[in-house]
T-cell receptor
């Protein structure tokens, strides 16, 4: 299973765009890239998932280059409530499915 | 539509005891997985069940076990509790485990276990 590497922490100010990059050099052909958000004492919450190029939903965008060895989660105009830990995961359902959560990126949004 | 429900939310046990945690997945979801979260180790995968069968298991000792019932509800059991088992135990459900694109997991709020 592909291992992911993310920055441990990031600070940003309200209203700014935040980009969190995740490295996954040994991503497999069938692997999808998924991002989760977690607030203290709560379970992770799905943000976005993609396989290649760009995916956008109402809360975020996910950019995946052609080689798929990295991905970038983009949060537009963050607010204080976006302060959380963000996890990047890669994995596929192939009969032996399993999520591996890395250490995540602790994002702190400042006023 | 109800989310993933975990019970109890908080639990205090004594070292050496055993504990059973329960997880009710979202209606219609057949896959349930369990995770342990601690400040030092982060989120670690315990095991996953699909249609009452354990499909995957993480690197945890045999004291950690689980099962899934025909209604997809799942329980995990930890025997001979140790102080290091104190953690937030999270359960996640997914619709199915066989579709490549169906990988979104919905997590419960967890059970906070404290071993004293």
């Amino acid at each position: 299973l592909a291992k992911t590497t993310q920055p441990i922490s990031m600070d940003s100010y309200e209203g700014q765009e935040v980009n969190i990059t995740c490295s996954h050099n040994n991503i497999a052909t069938n692997d999808y890239i998924t991002w989760y958000q977690q607030f203290p004492s709560q379970g992770p919450r799905f943000i976005i998932q993609g396989y290649k190029t760009k995916v956008t939903n109402e809360v975020a965008s996910l950019f995946i280059p052609a080689d798929r060895k990295s991905s970038t989660l983009s949060l537009p105009r963050v607010s204080l409530s976006d302060t959380a830990v963000y996890y990047c995961l890669v994995g596929a359902t192939s009969g032996t499915y399993k999520y591996i959560f890395g250490t995540g990126t602790r994002l702190k949004v400042l006023a | 539509k109800a989310g993933v429900t975990q019970t109890p939310r908080y639990l205090i046990k004594t070292r050496g005891q055993q504990v059973t945690l329960s997880c009710s997945p979202i209606s219609g979801h057949r896959s349930v997985s369990w995770y342990q979260q601690t400040p030092g180790q982060g989120l670690q995968f315990l095991f996953e069940y699909f249609s009452e069968t354990q499909r995957n298991k993480g690197n945890f000792p045999g004291r950690f076990s689980g099962r899934q019932f025909s209604n997809s509800r799942s329980e995990m059991n930890v025997s001979t509790l140790e102080l290091g088992d104190s953690a937030l135990y999270l359960c996640a459900s997914r619709l199915q485990a066989d579709l490549i694109s169906d990988t979104e997991a919905f997590f419960g709020q967890g059970t906070r276990l404290t071993v004293v």
